[in-house]
């Protein structure tokens, strides 16, 4: 089957056909892929891919696209200009412009925060005779931007400003070309998809790119860069450069969740893997000092849930399994490869840390897609899950066909009541996002669900004092959203950030809610008008202190003088002014998700 698919496509280069011939050979070529597509699960121990490569001429499959395919830019509107790459700086900058002060009992260490910078200027498009296929928005190369705090023994801050791409394999093969290579393979007609998807594999070996770009964490004195198409890439902290994917010395051969978790008390890594062919999704458990893969297990699922984030309580693993799927038989017959079903089911599995699949305890919950978990933790008899819940998943937009910006203008539109989140004159639900609470009885196998904040704001990327990471705390942190600036410009735009209180009433809320729902109370930091956050972290003042005590730290950007600058909020005055605003050297565009390293700095000669 192989070998009469490379057949067409050097014919194809070696001629000048028509376009009507092309069409006639694509109809034969699905006809006869179509059985081969529905046994893709073992598409890799069938296609040995660096035998076909080698017996192939790549520069005819590179003819191939280059006849076929026209690569065009994703153009951007001047309110989504912060969503537009930037240059790699080559060399780190000291920084001059600090307003405020940073604190005496800041520690010393790295800010880091991912997201996409894609190459060649922005996202792609293709137009091909099989259709049209494009990038999403949350895909594009990995780029790290980092701020290091360094303390002198007179008492003064040096803080240094750096960025730098995360180098992996696919990055490193289109920076050697040149140009843009991969064809988008996640959204656009099926043909287009499944012709991308088999001509990146055959050309390059690989499906699609990865592209590293949402997340960054430390295991056992190591950091690494992850998205969950793939492993992550252990990078060098101080300088940013790539050292290589993490396998955990050859166990791990799948993707990796964006969000791995250290179980409370033994500092083990537990971590999940979800795949768009069988098994769908395995979790597993590394040990405390990242040599040794302890467990991992095939939860035996029926469907690929796009997980993106996993929990872990003192003694259990949390899995949402929610309707949003990635389906390769759904692409085949002519469907989107990720879909959210509204009427889908949701449920939550609790399995215990080196459990398997028959040892999870599953708790249907009303449908959702809860991206990001604020905590989980153990409370008598029931396991309880706190996160981000949204009724329409941001991932990954519109069907085929509908307007992408009037989509996601309408979907982030602001609401007034938990009624709007169901949009009447649409008959659509919005992506508000909502603090959440399940209650998950594990002797009764009964479960609680219920709203923990109201509707003064959608929020998400949720963070927490990482020292309560599985244990019951009192308080958490998120990200809100600007429901205005969000549906002018159809992405997400973050206007300020919450404190929730866990453990305290919620007293200035309207009297509909009262009756309808026990809400906690939430503390804000709004920005001005213009100005948006990405990458938030909290920071601790150190074991022993309230858990409370520390700072938020976050990269923001002013859209009225195109200004950059990273904030500290004390979180026990979190309403007031950031205690310091630090004012970078170049464009920050937006991202996903940051943390702060306490690293000692005097090891770092540079700074």
């Known amino acids: 089957m192989a070998s009469s698919y490379l057949a067409f496509q050097v014919n194809c280069c070696q001629q000048k056909s028509s376009i009507s011939h092309h069409f006639h050979v694509f109809k034969t070529l699905s006809s006869s892929v179509k059985p081969f597509l529905g046994e893709l699960q073992q598409l890799s121990s069938r296609i040995d891919v660096s035998k076909t490569i080698k017996n192939t001429s790549v520069r005819f499959l590179d003819a191939f696209v280059d006849h076929v395919f026209e690569f065009i830019d994703q153009p951007l509107l001047p309110i989504q200009s912060n969503f537009a790459p930037v240059d790699e700086l080559r060399a780190a900058v000291l920084i001059k412009s600090i307003e405020g002060e940073i604190p005496d009992d800041f520690p010393e260490g790295v800010y880091i925060r991912n997201g996409p910078n894609p190459l060649f200027g922005g996202f792609k498009s293709t137009k091909s005779l099989f259709g049209r296929s494009s990038h999403i928005w949350v895909e594009g190369e990995g780029m790290l931007h980092a701020l290091y705090f360094k303390k002198g023994i007179d008492g003064r801050w040096t803080v240094v400003y750096n960025n730098r791409h995360v180098e992996t394999e696919t990055f490193k093969l289109e920076k050697q070309r040149n140009r843009p290579s991969f064809l988008p393979a996640i959204e656009g007609d099926s043909p287009a998809i499944l012709s991308a998807y088999f001509l990146n594999l055959l050309r390059f070996g690989k499906i699609n790119k990865y592209n590293s770009n949402t997340n960054v964490f430390e295991h056992s004195g190591k950091f690494y860069s992850v998205a969950e198409n793939h492993m992550p890439q252990e990078i060098n902290i101080f300088t940013l450069e790539t050292l290589g994917n993490w396998d955990v010395n050859g166990t791990w051969n799948r993707p990796f969740t964006s969000h791995p978790k250290k179980a409370p008390g033994t500092g083990e890594l537990v971590i999940m893997g979800v795949d768009a062919t069988r098994p769908f999704v395995e979790v597993g458990v590394i040990s405390a000092d990242g040599n040794k893969l302890f467990h991992k297990v095939d939860l035996k699922l029926n469907r690929c849930s796009l997980c993106h984030e996993i929990g872990v309580t003192q003694r259990y693993n949390v899995f949402l399994d929610y309707p949003l799927s990635i389906d390769i038989k759904r692409l085949v017959r002519g469907g989107p490869l990720i879909k959210y079903e509204n009427e889908g089911y949701a449920r939550i599995g609790i399995m215990p840390r080196y459990g398997d699949a028959d040892s999870i305890k599953w708790f249907d919950v009303e449908p959702n897609c809860t991206l990001h978990i604020l905590n989980c933790f ?45 949009d009447a004159r649409t008959n659509e639900k919005l992506l508000f996002s909502r603090a959440y609470e399940w209650r998950l009885n594990m002797q009764t196998g009964e479960g609680k669900e219920r709203n923990l904040t109201g509707t003064e704001f959608s929020m998400d990327f949720p963070m927490i004092n990482g020292d309560y990471t599985g244990l019951k705390n009192k308080y958490g942190y998120t990200q809100i959203v600007d429901s205005n600036a969000s549906s002018a410009s159809g992405l997400p735009k973050y206007g300020g950030l919450a404190k929730l209180y866990f453990e305290e009433p919620n007293t200035e809320i309207s009297m509909r809610e009262v009756q309808s729902e026990e809400l906690v109370k939430v503390e804000y930091h709004k920005f001005e008008e213009g100005v948006f956050c990405t990458g938030a972290a909290f920071v601790s003042k150190g074991r022993g202190l309230e858990e409370d005590d520390g700072w938020i730290i976050t990269f923001v950007h002013n859209e009225n003088t195109n200004t950059s600058q990273v904030y500290i909020i004390d979180t026990k005055k979190f309403s007031s002014e950031p205690i310091a605003k630090i004012t970078l050297p170049c464009r920050v565009p937006y991202g996903f998700h940051g943390a702060f390293m306490p690293i000692p ?6 700074l």
């Open 378 to 422: 153990e409370d008598g008899d029931e396991v309880v899950v706190w996160g981000c819940r949204a009724l329409e998943s941001i991932i990954p937009g519109p069907d085929l066909g509908l307007d992408k910006f009037e989509w996601f203008s309408r979907k982030f539109k602001h609401i007034e009541s938990v009624e709007e989140s169901f």
């Open 601 to 606: 700095l005097h090891i770092f000669g540079a």
